[in-house]
């Protein structure tokens, strides 16, 4: 059975600070790694997308892959209260695999004005 | 269409009726999922499909719970006797692939039952 794991939170951070959100996940073959953002309510959207070591940038978003580690993270720059939502880190499958995506059961950001 | 379509965005059913639920995908996507979730809970797995097969039907809660997809497009999710512990928002998605490519979401639909 195929895991992600994230801490559920609620994680505050102030307002212009950095968020740092965390995500393990147990299939070591997995290719493909996504951050999805879900406000209350509201259907979850994707905001990033990762597929090999290192770092992606995207504006005030960098998701940080180490797949030795089988760890992937989001950072947020210069949060913003809109910025406060649930934070969901999915997991594509194996290479060459069919299976669908494993979401994590997600990590609670608040920014403190 | 430009996105995941879900019909309707609201039902509400009287406990024992049945329901179905629609999921239009993205045009040209060949993978589509069924997600509940239940207020304030992760999503919870249901069924992937791959075209119109479902090679992972693990999540289905029970046998009251169905679902098919015709002509590699729009999908139906349909409960049977539904029970009060079936209400939930439950969103679609759908991906170019599902080879670990992105999925998209629909606005979900929020199912009461009564």
């Known amino acids: 059975q195929k895991e992600v794991e994230q801490n559920s939170g609620p994680l505050s951070v102030p307002e212009g600070a950095i968020a740092s959100l965390n995500c393990t996940y147990s299939d070591r073959g997995s290719q493909s790694f996504f951050w999805y953002r879900q406000y209350s309510g509201k259907s979850p959207e994707l905001i990033m997308s990762?597929?090999?070591?290192g770092d992606k940038e995207d504006g005030r978003f960098t998701a940080q892959l180490n797949k030795a580690s089988q760890y992937v993270s989001l950072l947020i720059r210069d949060s913003q209260p809109s910025d406060s939502a649930t934070y969901l880190c999915a997991v594509g499958p194996s290479g060459g695999g069919a299976d669908g995506l494993t979401f994590g059961k997600g990590t609670h950001l608040i920014i403190q004005p | 269409g430009a996105g995941v379509s879900q019909s309707p965005s609201n039902k509400v059913t009287e406990k024992g009726k049945d329901v179905e639920l629609r999921c239009d995908p993205i045009?040209?996507?060949?993978?589509l999922y069924w997600y509940r979730q239940s207020l304030g809970q992760g999503l919870e797995f249901l069924i992937y499909?791959?075209?119109?097969?479902?090679?992972?039907k693990s999540g289905l809660p029970s046998d009251r719970f169905s679902a098919e997809r015709t002509g590699g497009s729009v999908s139906t999710l349909t409960i049977q006797r539904t029970q009060q512990e079936d209400s939930a928002v439950y969103l679609c998605?759908?991906?170019?692939?599902?080879?670990?490519?992105?999925?998209?979401f629909g606005q979900g639909t929020r199912l009461t039952v009564v």
């Open positions: 998605a759908s991906s170019l692939t599902g080879l670990g490519t992105e999925a998209f």
């Open positions: 499909f791959q075209g119109n097969s479902a090679p992972d």
């Open positions: 045009s040209g996507h060949t993978a």
């Open positions: 990762i597929y090999s070591n």
